[in-house]
């Protein structure tokens, strides 16, 4: 049997001849998807989408995972945030192509196709959720910056993340976003998190201060610099006061000197404390 799901994916397939896996295929779904479905504003209904595709959605515990697709089925986990729940449906109604798709992959390319395709499912559910005809002249009006993000996110009913991830797309100013969180360097000595014995005294005693580093970051599509996973960001700057202040949600912004591996000079630059599973982060947007 094939499911009507697929026959969705498969009628867009048949419309696009010689065609490639790539993000642009997956981007280009998620348009067909919303045309068929008649969406022309903001937030898009999903429940719209799996309506006129014949899919259906269950909300329960997954312990182990945030979503999957299940033949017409999409399982969410009923425990994440609402709006991480809404990224996870858009995110498994592109997997619906990736089943499409997949017998048509040449044996010898699968295993890339596998590894390729969550990050295509990625950017198939932010265009989704945040086309760019609808997103891209909101972030126009209220320009890049974390208080802008919060009322786009509201808007959309994405996640705070998300939201900035896709304004970084619309290219409009150079910036980097990253999240960052407290920690240790992978290969750093530190007794308690090792189990190992010291001479005297608790082993947190003889623990290197924790830093705040970079965990994650993403980059306008104009900006060449990079950060580097892990490293550490100044006790002076903006991005510590607001983790040490334990104020969630408050934007900081000011003018301020990075000295980072590769980004170095004075830079205006925001920092807001979060948090991401119940740990601390700081969201910190560069504007270069
Ligand atoms: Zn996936």
Redo the contacts with the bound molecule.
């Keep these: 049997m094939t499911p009507n799901n697929i026959s969705s994916a498969a009628s867009f397939l048949d419309q696009q001849p010689d065609f490639k896996p790539s993000d642009i295929l997956f981007r280009n779904f998620a348009r067909y998807l919303l045309e068929s479905t008649g969406i022309s504003q903001l937030p898009g209904s999903l429940d719209l989408i799996r309506k006129r595709h014949n899919l259906n959605r269950h909300d329960r515990t997954l312990p182990q995972s945030r979503g999957f697709l299940l033949g017409d089925t999409i399982f969410i986990n009923s425990e994440d945030p609402d709006s991480v729940k809404r990224f996870t449906e858009a ?1 498994e109604i592109m ?1 619906t192509l990736v089943i499409a798709i997949r017998p048509e992959i040449p044996a010898h390319s699968r295993l890339k196709f596998e590894r390729d395709k ?1 990050k295509w ?1 990625e950017g198939g559910a932010a265009e989704l959720l945040m086309p760019d005809e609808l997103f891209f002249p909101l972030v126009k009006k209220q320009g890049i910056n974390l208080d802008s993000s919060r009322q786009i996110a509201g808007v959309c009913q994405t996640s705070l993340t998300a939201t900035i991830r896709r304004m970084l797309d619309s290219n409009l100013s150079p910036c980097i976003f990253a999240l960052l969180q407290e920690g240790y360097k992978k290969h750093q000595i530190v007794p308690t998190r090792n189990g190992q014995g010291v001479l005297w005294g608790n082993s947190s005693d003889w623990d290197p201060p924790a830093e705040l580093r970079v965990l994650r970051y993403w980059k306008s599509p104009q900006v060449k610099t990079i950060l580097i996973k892990n490293e550490s960001f100044s006790h002076d700057n903006l991005a510590y006061q607001v983790f040490q202040s334990g104020i969630i949600g408050k934007v900081k912004t000011g003018q301020e000197i990075l000295e980072l591996e590769k980004i170095q000079g004075t830079y205006l630059t925001e920092a807001m404390l979060v948090t991401i599973e119940n740990t601390a982060s700081v969201m910190s947007l560069i504007h270069l």
Aim: glycine share 0%; proline share 0%; net charge negative.
């Design positions: 995110h997997e969550e499912c």
